[in-house]
């Protein structure tokens, strides 16, 4: 059992030769541009302890392989156990995921917030699917510009402008 509980900043940016494929369920906070440009970075899950994937944590890590942010990692008899991830940082995973050809993401109710250009470029160059169990992403939101306001779709603001995005209501 792991006693690790964070990854700090730039712990492994970048190192092309790092495979790892999991990271210990212990982790509960993973730094600035901790793993940015791992080339070979094949993380299939995120650790079920995690609550924070801070700025550039993932960056132009194109082997990346994660689907689900936030999981479900079990049942209780009072219902599902999920993860404990609540917050994703601007650019947490721009860029990568591009060789894995992701098409499909499923985002989980824990996570709470989701900064601006946290998936750019994230993902297959085609449509990405999306399912949004949290609700905050099919949305529209006012910014403050100058002494009006521009409503725009969260959306574009999570996966950069023009980016396809399908919402998969399931």
Known sequence: DSKLKY????????????????????????G??????????KLTKLPFNLTQVCVQAFQNCPCLEIKEFGHTVGQTEFGA????LELICHDAFAG????????????KSSVKSIANQAFVRFGTSGTLRVTDDTGILDDYVEIPNGDTAVTVWVA??????????????E
């Open 156 to 169: 574009n603001q999570v996966f950069g402008e023009g980016r396809s995005v399908e919402f998969d209501t």
């Open 96 to 107: 990568s995921g591009t060789t894995s050809n992701i098409s499909d993401i499923r985002i």
């Open 32 to 41: 600035e541009s901790a793993f940015s440009g791992c080339d070979n970075l």
């Open 81 to 84: 156990l999920e993860s404990k």
């Open 7 to 30: 990854i700090g900043p730039r712990a492994f940016a970048p190192a092309s030769s790092l495979a790892i494929t999991q990271l210990p369920d212990s982790v509960e906070y993973i």
